[in-house]
Nanobody
Framework: QVQLIESGGGLAQAGGSLRLSCAASGRTFSSDVMGWFRQAPGKEREFVASSTWSGASIFYADSVRGRFTVSRDNAKNTLYLQMNSLKPEDTAVYYC????????????????WGQGTQVTVSS
């Protein structure tokens, strides 16, 4: 059974930092694309960042580029999201996703999802 388990969420002040982790189990995702999405209250889930297995192709949403960094440790089957210079508008539930087929921005293109971790940024 495939599982993606996020951790590292919590409360941060504006300008602060948090690091999210996504540990995958049940299969190896070392050759797949993995990504992060987020969903704020009352809003649709949106793409945040993604990385190919090698890290050669990394994409960020415009809203986080320059502040967030996605990385992965294939030996540990784990994806990370380093979030710096946090803003109140970054407040959301953050989801890890893996194994995409098609448009990376489309949540329907991703096969596996974690349960999400809450990130709250206070002003």
């Amino acid at each position: 059974q495939v599982q993606l388990i996020e951790s590292g969420g919590g409360l941060a002040q504006a300008g602060g930092s948090l690091r999210l982790s996504c540990a995958a189990s049940g299969r190896t995702f070392s050759s797949d694309v993995m990504g992060w999405f987020r969903q704020a209250p009352g809003k649709e889930r949106e793409f945040v960042a993604s990385s190919t297995w090698s890290g050669a192709s990394i994409f960020y949403a415009d809203s986080v580029r320059g502040r967030f960094t996605v990385s992965r440790d294939n030996a540990k089957n784990t994806l990370y999201l380093q979030m710096n210079s946090l803003k109140p508008e970054d407040t959301a539930v953050y989801y890890c996703a893996a194994d995409v087929d098609g448009d990376w921005l489309n949540i329907a293109s991703w096969a596996y999802w974690g349960q999400g971790t809450q990130v709250t940024v206070s002003s």
